[in-house]
């Protein structure tokens, strides 16, 4: 019986090494602060579906999701959670520098602008005298122009006023400004948080309804990583392709994990912002037939036209050059239905 135990035990610590020898080691970036939205890494880390690919993922706070780009590029980080018209921006001025997104998540964008009912504007044609506030450099402040010319709008008759993010729903509150340029995914409870109702007693403009068709946040990782392990990526890929679909299906889950990665949350505002997100960033009709992760080519190129023309890029890069579908599994294992619970 010793010796049975001892060959079990043996047996036990000769599997381990190898499996703990090929661990592949991968630094990767939220694009904010701990979110509900962050919830497919947060779950594919807290459930073990990164250790069960080989992968050891340490994953950091970030500082927005165009910083993810810059910190991949970089050299801090191998992969992120970031904004894909931010890989457009910084591809267009550095060819074969900037990351490659392998799993679009948010295929609609959170770009909009929300203004009080009370402000009287029920029409893009309705900006026109008013004044409208944003951080600058943010997509929904710097794609405003592309925005007005598409609907008409005379930018000369629209004032605009510079401010940190976090003074635009205070400051709309007011009546300083008449509406402001904002993510709906953050503005939303934003606007909560001042006791305010952002459902019945605002107007959203989501820059999608208005001929911006754009694609937003998802899992990018570096060209190096893609290089050199590509083996690596279609393991990320995988193991955040699971934890999507388990998020999709049940919120609470995602929540422990999301408590396990940082127990300073406040609980029920991130599950409402994940399921917001869930419903109103994830969820592109688009998604039944090509699946979670995917997206369409043309309407990339034609997202691409609209940055180049919002940040007066000088080279349009290629859709392929932005994104590529090769780790994706197949499409019937991408298939999404979110569940809210």
């Known amino acids: 019986m010793k010796h049975v135990l001892m060959g079990a035990t043996f047996a036990l610590l000769a599997g381990a090494v190898p499996s703990f020898a090929e661990m592949t080691d991968i630094r990767f970036t939220l694009g904010w602060k701990t979110q509900g939205s962050d919830a497919p890494f947060l779950v594919a880390l807290n459930e073990g579906y990164f ?143 001042n006791r305010q109702d952002p459902a019945n007693d605002y107007n959203w403009f989501n820059f999608e309804d208005y001929g911006m068709d754009l694609y937003s946040n998802g899992l990018m990782v570096s060209r190096k990583l893609l290089a050199e392990n590509p083996e690596a990526v279609e393991g990320l890929v995988r193991a955040v392709n699971k934890a999507t679909l388990e998020v999709a299906a049940n919120q609470d889950s995602s929540v422990e994990a999301l408590l396990a990665y940082d127990n300073l949350i406040d609980s029920d505002l991130e599950l409402a912002r994940l399921e917001f997100s869930l419903t109103n960033l994830m969820n592109a009709p688009e998604v039944e037939t090509i699946g979670m992760g995917d997206l369409d080519d043309e309407r990339l190129t034609r997202s691409i036209e609209i940055v180049a023309k919002g940040y007066d890029l000088e080279r349009l890069p290629e859709a392929s050059e932005i994104f590529d579908r090769s780790f994706l599994p197949p499409v019937e294992e991408r298939k999404f239905v979110a569940t809210i619970n």
Do not use: C, H
């Open 51 to 193: 250790e069960e690919e080989g992968l050891n993922v340490s994953i950091d706070q970030g500082e927005g999701s165009a910083a993810t780009v810059t910190r991949i590029m970089g050299g801090a980080y191998d992969a992120g959670f970031g904004d894909i018209n931010a890989i457009i921006q910084n591809a267009a001025a550095r060819p074969g520098e900037a990351p490659v997104m392998v799993y679009q998540l948010w295929n609609r964008p959170p770009f909009a602008i929300v203004t009080p009912k009370t402000a009287g504007i029920e029409t893009p044609a309705d900006f026109e005298g008013k004044t409208l506030g944003g951080a600058q450099g943010t997509p929904t402040t710097r794609l405003f122009p592309v925005f007005a010319e598409i609907n008409g709008i005379n930018l000369e008759k629209v004032a605009q006023e510079s401010m940190a993010p976090n003074l635009q729903e205070p400051m709309m509150i007011r009546g300083d400004i008449d509406g402001a340029f904002v993510f709906t995914s953050t503005s939303w409870f934003n606007l909560i948080a």
